[in-house]
């Protein structure tokens, strides 16, 4: 079983400063990852996901994140948010048995974004 | 390119009622999945479906609900005799062959009363 742990349910932040989401998982098995971004009473949007090759992968919207195997970690950063980052952010994992499968999400990060 | 859409976008039943969530998945995708938001909460797994066929329903309770993905036609969430604790956003999403990501719809927002 896989399990995703997002230890910060609210990050604030003013327009313009660099952000840092931390996720974290756990499994016995290879996963896949992925960031979603939900924005108020909206589906998810998927931000970036790591299958294979380089741990440091790119998004939508400036945002990234590095995959780090050693730590278990999915940390996703942006190095100057704005106002309209304001969101709930979820991290997530699949297992990687090179077919689909479930979703396993963390409980949120909530980024608030002040002036 | 129509994205993954559900239907109704808010649903209002009374405790005891049935209650009938649709998803029709993205065009060329035959995987769908369904996941339940509780407020407050993260998204939780439901069941895993594909064509005619229920492949992964760890994440169902084990009562009152059901889910199918017919030869032809939407996804159907199942949903009988209400109770208050199924109020929550209930998301399905949709992907291609292999180890893809799944495309969410917009949700349908449940409320019992």
């Known amino acids: 079983a896989q399990s995703v742990t997002q230890l910060d349910s609210q990050v604030p932040v003013f327009e313009e400063a660099p952000v840092e989401l931390r996720c974290n998982y756990s499994s016995s098995v290879s996963v896949y990852l992925f960031w979603y971004v939900q924005y108020p009473n909206q589906g998810l949007q998927l931000l970036l996901k790591?299958?294979?090759?380089?741990?440091l992968v790119k998004g939508i919207n400036g945002f990234e994140a590095e995959f780090n195997k050693s730590q278990t970690s999915f940390h996703l950063r942006k190095p100057s948010v704005h106002i309209s980052d304001t969101a709930e952010y979820f991290c997530?994992?699949?297992?990687?048995?090179?077919?689909?499968?479930?979703?396993?999400f963390g409980t949120g990060t909530r980024l608030q974004v002040t002036l | 390119n129509a994205g993954v859409m559900q239907n109704p976008r808010h649903l209002v039943r009374r405790r005891g009622q049935e209650a009938r969530l649709r998803c029709s998945p993205m065009k060329g995708h035959s995987h769908v999945y369904w996941y339940r938001q509780l407020p407050e909460e993260g998204l939780k797994f439901m069941v895993y479906?594909?064509?005619?066929?229920?492949?992964?329903e760890s994440g169902m309770p084990k009562e009152r609900f059901s889910a199918e993905f017919p030869k032809e036609g939407p996804s159907i969430l199942r949903i009988q005799q209400v109770v208050r604790g199924d109020s929550a956003a209930y998301f399905c999403a949709s992907s291609g062959q292999g180890p893809y990501e799944q495309y969410f719809g917009p949700g349908t927002r449940l409320t019992v009363t």
């Open positions: 997530a994992v699949s297992r990687n048995t090179g077919t689909a499968s479930k979703l396993t």
């Open positions: 479906l594909q064509k005619e066929n229920i492949i992964d």
């Open positions: 790591y299958l294979s090759g380089s741990t």
